[in-house]
């Protein structure tokens, strides 16, 4: 039988190119294959001896460093649950996720200690490890005690590899279980239907604590033997000088048009650039138009989700057409439906459901939501609002889901305005999301006051208790919030009326203090 583990798949590879560059650092420093599965071994090895054992959950809010993709690589290879978190999430947001994943152990930043330790003692979590951005850190004193390497765990190919959250509508974070099998799949279809091979180079600038970094682009890498230019993070200077050492890129919306928006880039900037990938976000079709007319390239476009990772593509050889996300991935079914779950015609506007082996396999300890979420035949109801072309294109039109995608970031409405009703002075709060230079989308939060609170007072309240990326970039105050019959926020009236508040040169607001 062949291993199920997903690192079993990986280390074919790592064997076969065990001396070719895994990794190559902004400062030039590089990892060989070799190094890297030797890396995992002693990872491995360290966590076992930690006492982490098979299933189990590690949680882990550290910066992107060669040292956390080891980490991840590590949590494979012995059969452990990764857990990764946004390294923006504060404490109201961590004493959720420990209390819910219930890990054996947590890996933080120095920097985070204190406000972690309190957290997994409250929740029973025995172990806290630091790890910070330069790799030093407990975790890697430990692994550095460590001569020996942990074989590859023999899994079954359904076996848990990873616990991913999504906030969702109510304001409660669901747990995503992806499986061994969920990655392997789908990361092979990529592989074939993107066309990596040895010989190309990633330039990767993702953070890897959602899919696209973590699953995509190192799923992608890692089954091809392709190489990486490794960056900590979006910095436009370090793309700019690495674009014309790379073959390909893997980029949020937001990442090309910070591009576009500096006069250095252009086509010599992607000479040796043979594919850009946009996902997690719309790609307006302005953008999509922008890119091609100053680089000569057409950004190919995808659509996934968390729980699915990715279900469709535009292709590599053949139309890419703006607007939409292409056409759905080998051994991916799409398709639209009306309320009752029956399929619809082409062109009709419905929901957009899928089925196959990216589909995850249900919402950690929460089996009446999974049950929910997936149709009698086995689809899962993406909330995504979809139609497909007579031949094949999928389009995403909206969104039956009250969610907000910024940054290629997902925000749950709920979970923010949960946080502001709970301020003095605040009666009660709708947030939305408008359209956003840089982000696509951003929120902004309309406030129905009861005592005196001022908008920079929100702000800064909020920034104590979430992640920035959560925090409204504009707070409204409104006498009150329109509402239908049934009592329900008329978001969509809301929506239109703000719809310019973060234009560029709106004058509606005085800017922030
Ligand atoms: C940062 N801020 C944001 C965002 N990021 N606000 C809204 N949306 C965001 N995405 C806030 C910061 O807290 C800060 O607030 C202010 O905006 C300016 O931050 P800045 O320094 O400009 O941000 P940055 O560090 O440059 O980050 C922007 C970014 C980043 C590079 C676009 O958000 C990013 O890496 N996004 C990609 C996320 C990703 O990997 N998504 C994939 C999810 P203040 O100034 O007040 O402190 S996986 C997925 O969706 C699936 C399944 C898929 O299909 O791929």
Known sequence: ?????????????????????????????????????????????????????????????????????????????????????NTGYKEYELTYFLGNAEPVLMVCDQADVAVLKPLCQQANVSTLLTLNADGSGSLTDHVFKISSELPVADLEPDSLAALLYSSGTTGTPKGIMLSHENLRSNAVSLVKGWGFTEKDVLLHALPIFHVHGLFVALGCVFLSGASMRWLAGFDLDEILATLPLSTSMMGVPTYYTRLLGSDRFGRQSTVNIRLFISGSAPLLIETFDDFEARTGHRILERYGMTETNMN???????????????????????????????????????????????????YWKMPEKTAEDFTADGYFNTGDKGQISADGYVAIVGRAKDMVISGGLNIYPKEVELVIDEL??????????????????ALVALVVRNGDIEEAAVITALKAQISG???PKRVVFVAQLPRNTMGKVQKNLLREEFANLLDIGQTQLPPLA
């Open 1 to 85: 039988m062949v291993n199920g583990n997903l690192y079993a798949h990986f280390q074919v590879i790592f064997h076969r190119f065990s001396d070719k560059t895994a990794l190559t650092e902004v400062d030039g420093s590089t990892l060989s294959y070799g190094q890297l599965d030797s890396a995992a071994g002693q990872m491995a090895a360290s966590l076992s001896q930690l006492g982490v054992q098979r299933g189990d959950r590690v949680s882990v809010q550290v910066a992107k460093s060669t040292q956390a993709l080891v980490l991840y690589l590590g949590c494979l290879r012995g059969g452990f649950v990764f857990h990764p978190l």
């Open 312 to 362: 469709t593509s535009n292709p590599l050889n053949g139309e890419r057409r703006a607007g939409t996300v292409g056409l759905p991935l080998p051994g991916v079914e799409v398709r639209i439906t009306n309320d009752k779950n029956q399929p619809l015609a082409y062109d009709e506007i419905g929901s957009l459901q899928v089925r196959g082996g990216n589909v995850f396999k249900g």
């Open 424 to 441: 003095p002075g605040v009666l009660e709060s709708a947030v939305i999301g408008v359209a956003h230079a840089d982000f696509g989308e």
């Open 469 to 471: 990326f959560k925090v």
